[in-house]
Antibody, heavy 123, light 108 residues
């Protein structure tokens, strides 16, 4: 079965740190670019960070720039999100997701595999 | 910066009815970079449509997507009980992702 398993969430005080992990099973992680998407309580989806297939390119949303770092270890089939200087407004469910993009064709195949979500509470 | 506006915010319909959800981009976008997702309470989002109009694997053919300029539409031809959920459109910019605020489809 193709799946992503998120872990590492929890309760942390403002200014603290957490590291989320996302382990893939049933498929080869290196076939996907990976991303983290979060959802604050009762709110919509917000893109957080993305990383290219081999980890050479990373991108972060404005709200987390300079505080969050995405990385991956394809040998362990795992993606990470290191979250530092956490704020109350970072409280959310964090989902990892995998996607495939073909820039030369200007085509994006959607985020078609998702983790179950990891809850982060900053309080 | 591209902004995606979804309308209506809430759509109240009965099973068997047709649902038409709109997503408008604030500027020109590449239609091949547009996707739609369904999310039910307590669950992760599920990919429905990518490339503006291609159904993802396993998605029933009552779901369809279309594009016209900066306007994107998700249509559910005949609502079934399991379709009542929140729907998000999404734009890939080449280095980031933008989500619309969502349309909730609830039972009338």
């Amino acid at each position: 079965e193709v799946q992503l398993v998120d872990s590492g969430g929890g309760l942390v005080q403002p200014g603290g740190s957490l590291r989320l992990s996302c382990e893939a099973s049933g498929f080869t992680l290196s076939a996907y670019a990976m991303t983290w998407v979060r959802q604050a309580p009762g709110k919509g989806l917000e893109w957080v960070s993305s990383i290219g297939y081999s980890g050479e390119d990373t991108y972060n949303g404005d709200s987390v720039k300079g505080r969050f770092t995405i990385s991956r270890d394809n040998s362990k089939n795992t993606v990470y999100l290191q979250m530092n200087s956490l704020r109350v407004e970072d409280t959310a469910v964090y989902y990892c997701a995998g996607y495939i993009v073909a820039p030369r064709r200007q085509y994006f195949y959607g985020m078609d595999v998702w983790g179950q979500g990891s809850t982060v509470t900053v309080s | 910066e591209i902004v995606l506006t979804q309308s209506p915010g809430t759509l109240s319909l009965s099973p068997g009815e047709r649902a038409t959800l709109s997503c408008r981009a604030s500027q020109s976008v590449t239609s091949g970079y547009v996707a739609w997702y369904q999310q039910k309470p307590g669950q992760a989002p599920r990919l429905l449509i990518y490339g503006a109009s291609t159904r993802a694997t396993g998605i029933p053919d009552r779901f369809s997507g279309s594009a016209s300029g900066t306007d994107f539409t998700l249509t559910i031809s005949r609502l079934e009980a399991e379709d009542f959920a929140v729907y998000y459109c999404q734009q890939y910019t080449g280095s980031s992702f933008i989500f619309g605020p969502g349309t909730k489809v609830d039972i009338k």
